[in-house]
């Protein structure tokens, strides 16, 4: 397979070279935070710390963490007491597609915005996008940083790039062979959607349809979601694949990590953010190669960088070379979840992605919705599933309940359901439904 690099004295360099511009960047962003964002300025010196307490890497673990609420709390509007700049420097503002309440602000300045483009333009490049591929864009355009993120990125690299957003989804498809098109971004519930349409188009898809590299984001998905979008898009026979994009509007926006053509979880991009995996109840560092939460610290931000932010997701970091090169950059298995995702049921923790994995292992099923009912008691856990009339469903029920009781030690009720009946998602998918009591 080709290997290509946007940036490759930065992408092959090795993890020493990478430590080394991480703690020149560190101590920079301490100082510089410590100086100019008063919330910072006032939490450092609460904590009895000063900015020349930072001699290595591992001394980022003195300092506090950031929570989502803080940012609610302290950056609202217009960044509050997280902004570094006068607003006047501030090119654009984002903010998260938080349900409720106060949203969480990203300002970004000039030199933020092209950082951006940059990461966004080495991540395209890292999942297999060269000149002359075209790009269709089914991120939302608008405050969050999906559409935005990954459509003036597609110019850098030589891409032609097609803002479709979200929806019409029977004349996208219809696009998708008109236009040629090569590159696919969304999410992974999207463009799972288009896929198990083009699959039942019976199209040739390796004639007539271009396609070669989905990239998949801003939602959690599973191994075997993947296997069913690269078959019935026919990505694999086109030397391309699906390939995770990783971001969040307080990082930056998508292009924080990406999933190289090996497929083996997204390369984070460390020289841009300092990477700690923690306990979620503890907050100390677990043990190389144990899941914990991802918490970061801006390394390169000049508008609202965040230090020791919990973003909430949960992942595994891998640091075994990988095949492309790209040396210093650890990987991450996939996101298993954000911890606010995770369902808690008879005191267990089931991570949506679990339910998926075993879900999706039965190729009768094509989409399925979760409920968990905590207004009834004992609580109710439905798990409904499309299977088609002339599949024999008893015995795949009883299946499905064998692998639940062994992986999960739960017994949940499993509903057949007609095809189709289920809702699609074009952009972040709601497949677990949790009704509180
Ligand atoms: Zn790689």
């Not at 930072?54 to 300092?63: A, N, P, Q, T, Y």
């Not at 902004?83 to 984002?94: A, G, K, N, S, Y």
């Not at 032609?160 to 929806?167: K, R």
Request: with cysteine; charged share 25%.
């Amino acid at each position: 397979m080709e290997i290509r690099y946007w940036e490759p004295h930065v992408e092959t360099a090795d993890r020493k070279t990478i430590e080394k511009v991480q703690l020149k960047r560190l101590k920079y962003m301490i100082e510089y935070t410590y100086r100019r964002s008063p919330y910072y300025g006032r939490k450092f010196r609460e904590a009895g710390l000063h900015p020349t307490d930072v001699k290595s890497l591992r001394d980022i673990g003195k300092f506090p963490f950031t929570t989502k609420d803080d940012v609610r709390g302290y950056g609202y509007p217009a960044g509050g007491d997280f902004l570094c700049v006068p607003r006047e420097e501030v090119v654009c503002w984002h903010m998260s597609s938080g349900t409720t309440g106060t949203p969480i602000i990203s300002g970004y300045t000039r030199h933020d915005y092209d950082t951006w483009m940059n990461l966004a333009a080495r991540s395209y490049v890292t999942a297999g996008v060269k000149p002359g591929d075209v790009v269709m864009n089914l991120y939302g355009y608008g405050l969050f940083t999906g559409g935005l993120g990954l459509h003036e990125s597609a110019f850098l690299v030589g891409a032609t790039v097609i803002p479709w957003g979200t929806g019409r989804t029977q004349a996208l498809i219809k696009s998708l062979v008109d236009f040629k098109v090569t590159v696919m971004t969304g999410t992974p519930s999207y463009q799972y959607y288009i896929a198990s349409l083009v699959k039942d188009m019976n199209l040739d898809v390796e004639k007539e349809l271009n396609l070669r590299v989905t990239m998949p984001g801003a939602e959690m998905w599973t191994e075997k979601m993947r296997q069913r979008i690269e078959e019935w898009l026919g990505l694999k026979a086109k030397g391309g694949g699906s390939r995770d994009i990783y971001g969040a509007s307080e990082l930056c926006g998508p292009g924080a990590g990406q999933e190289c053509i090996y497929e083996k979880g997204f390369h984070f991009w460390i020289d841009h953010f300092l990477l700690e995996i923690v306990d979620p109840k503890t907050g100390e560092p677990v043990e190389a190669g144990e899941e914990g939460e991802m918490v970061f610290t801006h390394l390169v931000k000049e508008a609202t960088p965040l230090v020791r932010y919990r973003l909430g997701d949960i992942t595994v970091l891998d640091e075994e070379p990988c095949e492309c090169g790209r040396m210093a950059f650890p990987r991450c298995l996939r996101v298993r979840a954000r911890v606010d995702d995770v369902i808690h049921y008879k005191g267990i923790k089931i991570l949506p992605s679990t339910i998926q994995e075993i879900i999706l292992r039965h190729k009768e099923i094509i989409e399925y919705q979760v409920v968990v009912d905590k207004t009834k008691l004992p609580y109710e856990f439905i798990i409904r599933i499309e299977v088609p009339k002339s599949e024999e469903s008893s015995l795949l029920i009883r299946r499905i309940l064998n692998e639940f009781k062994n992986s999960l030690f739960i017994e949940p009720q499993i509903e057949v359901v007609e095809p189709g009946t289920l809702p699609r998602f074009e952009g972040k998918s709601r497949r677990v439904v949790v009704k509180e009591g």
